[in-house]
């Protein structure tokens, strides 16, 4: 009889690699989420430093024994995508990476009231067993999960760390304004959060007197709440931007994911709740998916917070903020395409890309292009990518579906991929740079977004080059080839 074993330490660290921030408080923030979707109102932490526990405890609708067993199945989830925005009980499985031990405590109603202990005894085991329950959930129905941790300056046993990173990431539920217009709704009960017996509470919770409230709203003829969203004015401010967020939890910070490009002088931020959005959020909840159908959904929204927000910002100072990346685009086309054309002669490999095959004359197919333009520009790479996407996916046979473009253009655009996605990448005949990425962000706010496009587009042709070829000598080349010519005429030095 043969076994299937599973590396459970290196599945647990994959998860926890995917967050963007540290392992003590994506905990914190999982194990917070899932006592939101279970409907607690309450979600209290105590931590002992002594004995080296950490506990959250909530009112919830908990767990009977059978969900219990299930809970320490590491990939189980009894939730559907979109009803919330935890995930299979990620928070507790991953404390097992710290923690000597994690005992979870349920009330599911009912009478049922169970326990377990849990543990990593090694890299591909973690043994668990029913105990006899504490009483640590007081009341009628509820979690509570206590992680005893091996390190005794774990982070988890820090107020202040705990304090911040419940502010941070659930920010909108401490404000009054936010919970009156679209929480109500979702926690009927209200969601308060106390550290060892003292209630949270945020000194600054309150929006600005300057703030402008704003609703999402969707379709044109029949007018659909969507969200809520807030924008205020404080010169100086340094958390300049907006973030999104959905049933309390925010995701995304900044301007780029909306599309909107807000001078930094102004000192402008804001929030936006919109609960639909949880339905296509990664499962770490930190970006949105990329597939057809999300894509559409996430520009259908982005569309409507873009309408919202425009008035707002005119009136505070600032343009329509409607961010327009190809702009630095376009005067480069024709430096791209001359750089391009240099390197042909010395990289046939690349010919393919431009719907020409290589041949053993290749300077006849090079000699060719030079009727044609080798350059164009993609106005919104992500709607296009989305579009292509779902045709792709509708096309009836394997080969329309691989078909090429006839065009012997490259296009050249910008897409929205997130921060932990490569600078850059090729689709077909499309470069598409991400307009995420640190570095794009830092080259814009230092206004040298056209020499970052010709090195993405340098960077993306790289990976077509013939084994054994210099992918670095290749750049270097390139970025020659584009910085000897003069701006003005596109002509060499």
Not at 187 to 193: E, H, Q, R, S
Not at 297 to 317: D, S, T
Not at 431 to 460: M, Q, T
Request: aromatic content about 8%.
């Amino acid at each position: 009889m043969q076994e299937t074993r599973v590396n459970l330490k290196r599945l647990l660290e994959d998860i926890r690699d995917s967050y963007a921030m540290s392992l003590e408080e994506v905990i914190i923030v999982e194990l917070i989420a899932n006592a939101l979707d279970s409907g607690a109102s309450n979600i209290d932490f105590f931590v002992n430093p002594l004995e080296r526990t950490f506990t959250i405890a909530d009112n919830g609708r908990g767990m009977r024994r059978p969900n219990l067993k299930e809970y320490h199945n590491i990939a189980a989830s009894t939730k559907m995508r979109g009803a919330g925005i935890g995930f299979a009980g990620i928070g507790a499985k991953l404390s097992l990476l710290v923690a000597d031990s994690v005992v979870t405590e349920t009330k599911g109603g009912r009478g049922t009231h169970a326990a377990t202990t849990w543990h990593l005894s090694s890299d591909t085991r973690a043994p668990w067993q029913f105990l006899p329950c504490s009483g640590i959930v007081s009341t009628p129905r509820g979690t509570a999960v206590t992680i005893t941790l091996k390190d005794i300056d774990s982070a988890l046993l820090s107020r202040d760390f705990i304090y911040q990173a419940v502010t941070t990431h659930f920010y909108p539920l401490f404000i009054p304004e936010f919970f009156e217009a679209i929480y109500s709704f979702v926690y009927k009960n209200g969601v308060k959060f106390s550290l060892n017996g003292n209630k949270l509470n945020l000194a600054d919770r309150c929006l600005p007197d300057a703030s402008k409230i704003f609703r999402i709203v969707l379709g044109r003829q029949t007018k659909h709440l969507a969200g809520f969203g807030y924008l205020a004015q404080l010169k100086g401010n340094k958390a300049n931007g907006l973030s999104i967020s959905t049933y309390g939890k925010v995701i995304k910070t900044g301007w780029e994911w909306a599309g909107l490009e807000v001078p930094s002088n102004l000192g402008l931020f804001g929030f936006v709740e919109i609960p639909a959005l949880s339905e296509i959020l990664t499962i770490n909840k930190m970006d949105f998916l990329r597939d057809a159908t999300s894509l559409k959904k996430y520009y259908q929204y982005r569309k409507a917070i873009q309408a919202a927000i425009q008035p707002i910002l005119v009136e505070f100072g600032g343009n329509s903020g409607i961010a327009d990346p190809v702009k630095a685009l376009r005067p480069l086309t024709r430096q791209i395409e001359h750089a391009l054309r240099q390197m042909l002669g010395s990289f046939p490999e690349l010919l393919p890309l431009l719907g020409v095959r290589a041949t053993k004359n290749n300077d006849v197919a090079i000699k060719a292009l030079d009727r044609q333009p080798l350059i164009k520009i993609v106005e919104n790479g992500d709607e296009l990518e989305a579009k292509n996407t779902e045709k792709k996916s509708e096309a009836k046979t394997e080969s329309r579906n691989i078909k090429r473009s006839k065009t012997t253009a490259l296009a050249i655009g910008y897409e929205a991929a997130g921060v932990a996605n490569p600078i850059a990448r090729m689709v077909e005949n499309r470069i598409l740079i991400n307009n995420d990425h640190p570095a794009c962000s830092k080259a814009r706010s230092r206004r040298v977004e056209g020499y970052h496009a010709v090195f993405c587009v340098a960077w993306s042709l790289s990976h077509y080059l013939e084994d054994g070829r210099s992918p670095q000598l290749f750049i270097n080349d390139f970025l020659s080839s584009w910085g000897r010519q003069d701006p003005q005429t596109s002509r060499m030095f």
